[in-house]
């Protein structure tokens, strides 16, 4: 009989261990290990979907142009300039960057910041070419400078001059062109300019460094000088090469304009008396000039800014 009970109670404890096994893997199944599956399913739901990347570079933005708005240029302008080298991918940079590009050109031309400025007084036999060359500035900056209506000058007259330490810095594959200025030893980005088209030379490997090698103009197809009343209006545009090279050089100018070439109407056709319609239409002429093409605006700021012989950085 105690055999028997004994047998019965072993039973009943195996069957207790048995039953409480499957009891705590039930428990961990239910409470660790699909919880730990439902979680792995949500974060790869959450990967999945196309959410809105966080940008940290909006909010220094904003901050950056409240300080201009309340008059605190520099430090404004020092802020988005730190946006750009903490958060260059930021979608705030481009603005950031034209907003810069704004400010410095203000300062620059404004009588009010004499940063970098200089007094000169004109001398007897002064020409304004001879003054920009001497001082290394440009007629284009001098004239705009100082406000001036004509290119002829007084003995004694002040002028104020900005000695540009600029050259330019090409991106290829972003299409801009950089306006970079020299202080000292080192350059800062002064101001951007986006390219309304990039067409190179197919001989010319990059990077590559260049020069400026001539500024130029023209009104109706004749050379025109600074002196010249047409200036203003004359088409600008300004030519680089690498110095004692042979390769293609490089153009910087406004887009070409396509011009139609006039189509003679064949004489079948007038004969049988086709209708305009039925006429060939004039064929646009081939535009197969390679440069760098900007605004006519944009040129004609940069063409006040740079000098011949200031250097030109052309990168992939």
């Known amino acids: 009989m105690a055999k028997a009970q004994l047998k019965i109670l072993v039973f009943l404890i195996t069957v207790g261990l048995v039953v409480g096994a499957l009891s705590v893997g039930w428990w961990f199944y239910m409470n660790v290990l699909l919880v730990e599956s439902q979680v792995e399913k949500d974060i790869a739901a959450m990967k999945g979907k196309d959410r809105p990347r966080i940008d940290p570079g909006l909010r220094r933005f904003e901050a950056a142009v409240g300080l201009i708005r309340e008059g605190q240029i520099d430090a404004g302008r020092d802020a988005l300039y730190k946006l750009r080298q903490q958060f260059p991918d930021s979608a705030a940079c481009p603005e950031a960057m034209r907003i810069i590009g704004e400010v410095n050109m203000d300062q620059l031309y404004s009588h009010n910041h004499k940063a970098g400025k200089k007094d000169y007084i004109v001398q007897p036999g002064n020409t304004l070419l001879g003054i920009a060359t001497k001082h290394d500035t440009t007629v284009d900056s001098i004239i705009r400078m100082n406000s001036l209506m004509s290119t002829l000058l007084q003995p004694g007259d002040h002028l104020t001059l900005i000695p540009m330490d600029f050259h330019l810095g090409v991106d290829v594959s972003n299409q801009q062109v950089m306006l970079l200025r020299k202080v000292g030893d080192k350059e800062y980005l002064f101001k951007a300019y986006d390219a309304k088209e990039v067409r190179l030379p197919a001989n010319l490997r990059l990077p590559v460094q ?10 109706e197809g004749k050379t025109t000088l600074s002196t010249d009343p047409n200036y203003a209006a004359a088409e600008k545009w300004i030519s680089a090469s690498k110095p004692g090279s042979t390769t293609s050089g490089i153009i910087l100018r406004a887009p070409p304009v396509v011009k139609a070439i006039p189509v003679e109407a064949p004489m079948a056709t007038v004969a049988t008396g086709a209708t305009p319609d039925a006429m060939p239409a004039p064929a646009p002429s081939a535009a197969a000039e390679t440069g760098i093409f900007l605004s006519r605006e944009d040129i004609e ?6 000098r011949r012989g200031s250097k030109l950085s052309v990168v992939r």
């Open 210 to 219: 260049m020069e400026l090698s001539g500024k130029n103009a023209s009104f």
């Open 301 to 306: 700021e940069l063409f006040a800014l740079v």
